[in-house]
């Protein structure tokens, strides 16, 4: 996937580009300038790399309808944490994961921090 971030940072050149693992987001001021780097990049990961985009996740909208991405919703006027991933760190919240999860909150649900510190304290009494 190396090969890719270059393609795309040195040549494609997005106004914006995020990738963790294998799912990346690409924003560009005109739908027709993603819709041709959409064309590139299929085009550079089948030829090049073997690898086929999922046709589900591979979506073109408008940044103002948010972005759906790792378990966060990312608006123009900022981000909120996915309500599943909220209710799943209620219930699998332990002593080792406390850091992972306290940090997701954090950065993303800071209405929550308070209710999020006082399960941490049920933990440890």
Known sequence: MNELDRLVKHILKPQFYLRYGDDFIIIAPKREIVENM????????????????????????????????????????????KNRIWQ???????????SSYSGLIKQNFTKKIPY?????TKIYD
């Open 38 to 81: 959409r064309k590139q990049m299929i085009f550079f990961l089948n030829n090049s790399l073997g690898l086929v985009l999922n046709p589900k996740n591979d979506i073109i909208l408008p940044v103002r309808r948010g972005i759906h991405f790792l378990g966060v919703e990312i608006y123009p006027t900022g981000r909120r944490l």
């Open 116 to 120: 999020f510190d006082w399960l941490i």
């Open 88 to 98: 799943r760190a209620q219930i699998k919240l332990n002593e080792r994961n406390i």
